[in-house]
């Protein structure tokens, strides 16, 4: 999710397993064009310090919640107020996922295998997107 309008840029449904997650984020941000260093926001689930590290490789300060005695994110990242809008900022997600459980059929789904869930979650984060712009269009 972008933060300045709150639309999603990329999806990508996977296996569940312990690392899931953040190898999917590595992988969404590697797709991202343009050289422009970026800051990505996460919850306690991403705070690893092999994901931080992977996110600054690819030139992407992790703006990640800590978990208490965290060594993940230090005083270099947690300092500036960009940190700090990150984390009120990324709680926004989760009206997309509300969203693609509520309307977009994504809590029962009723197809299987990877590449089915993967379209419906594809074609319900674009429906989201294109409602969300409407909304935005009609606030302006």
Not at 45 to 74: C, V, W
């Amino acid at each position: 999710m972008e933060n300045r309008n709150g639309l999603a840029v990329d999806v990508e449904v996977t296996q569940a397993s312990g690392t899931a997650e953040r190898e999917a984020a590595c992988s969404m941000v590697e797709r991202l064009k343009g050289k422009k260093h970026r800051t990505m926001g996460a919850d306690k689930g991403y705070d690893a310090t092999e994901f931080a590290d992977d996110l600054r490789e690819l030139n992407i300060t992790p703006h990640i919640a800590q978990r208490k005695r965290s060594k993940s994110m230090d005083g270099r990242t947690t300092r500036h107020q960009g940190y700090a809008i990150s984390q009120r900022k990324r709680k926004r997600v989760e009206e997309i996922f509300g969203w693609a459980k509520t309307v977009g059929l994504i809590r029962k789904a009723k197809l299987r295998g990877i590449a089915n869930i993967d379209w419906l979650f594809t074609m319900s984060i674009a429906v989201f997107n294109l409602v969300r712009m409407r909304n935005m269009e009609a606030e302006a």
